[in-house]
């Protein structure tokens, strides 16, 4: 975009106006490398242990990705904040660049949070709306999850008849997709049960291809 930019719109100035010092405008400088940017990744990556220096869009995003996460809460707030981090930097860039605005650290890391915050309740993790990045940083960290567990019964069937239950499921990495299933009669002995591999699916139609396989003989 900004090689187009560059190529197109000759009158326009092309240095970046989120440093302070001469820089040449780039997609890796507003992200990454520039002053504002490296400040806010450094704000967030520090506190999780993540380190930020010196890497690409892909490599910032796949640090935090595949940090060290203690606890599923951890391991959600690490997968998502790069995207809102990503996101508020382009807003504070389009802000500098055309409204002629000035930007503040504090306020898109604030701005980060808040997204963060919202995200993290909708997912059921309950966060106050006036969390900052150290609060979210502690419910991180004392997170533990609830256990819960639910009896799951098997209900016999009318005498002198037989109940079937049918399963599928695929691997989208492996394109592979398999069927299976068991058949019980009313004393709630084992009749027959059977797996097999079929031709690559979503899950949903190995569901079908299951209950089919199981009415067709």
């Known amino acids: 975009m900004f090689d187009r930019i560059k190529k197109y719109a000759t009158n326009v100035d092309h240095i970046c106006k989120c440093c302070t010092q001469s820089v040449e405008e780039s997609i890796l400088n507003v ?6 940017a490296t400040r806010v990744w450094k704000y967030f990556g520090d506190s999780m242990g993540i380190n930020m220096q010196n890497k690409s869009i892909q490599g910032m995003i796949l640090s935090s990705w595949h940090c060290n996460s203690k606890n599923s809460m951890m391991r959600v707030v690490c997968q998502s904040i790069p995207i809102f981090i990503c996101w508020e930097i382009w807003n504070t860039w389009s802000s500098i660049k055309y409204n002629q605005k000035r930007y503040s650290v504090g306020k898109i890391c604030y701005e980060v949070s808040q ?15 006036n969390y ?3 609060s979210i940083c502690k419910a ?14 098997w209900n016999k069937p009318p005498e002198n008849t037989i109940k079937v239950k049918t399963d ?3 691997a989208i990495q492996e ?28 899950n949903n139609n190995a569901e079908t291809k299951g209950a089919s396989f199981v009415s067709t003989g």
């Open 31 to 36: 992200f990454i490398h520039g002053e504002m």
């Open 168 to 170: 599928g499921s695929s």
């Open 140 to 153: 991180m960290e004392s997170y533990k999850a609830k256990l819960s567990s639910k009896p799951i019964t």
């Open 175 to 202: 394109s592979k997709a398999e069927i299976g299933g068991i058949a019980r009669d009313y004393k709630g002995d084992i009749i027959m049960a059977f797996v097999k591999s079929i031709s690559f699916c979503s």
């Open 115 to 129: 997204h963060l915050i919202r995200f993290m309740n909708n997912k059921g993790y309950k966060m106050d709306t």
């Open 132 to 134: 900052n990045w150290s």
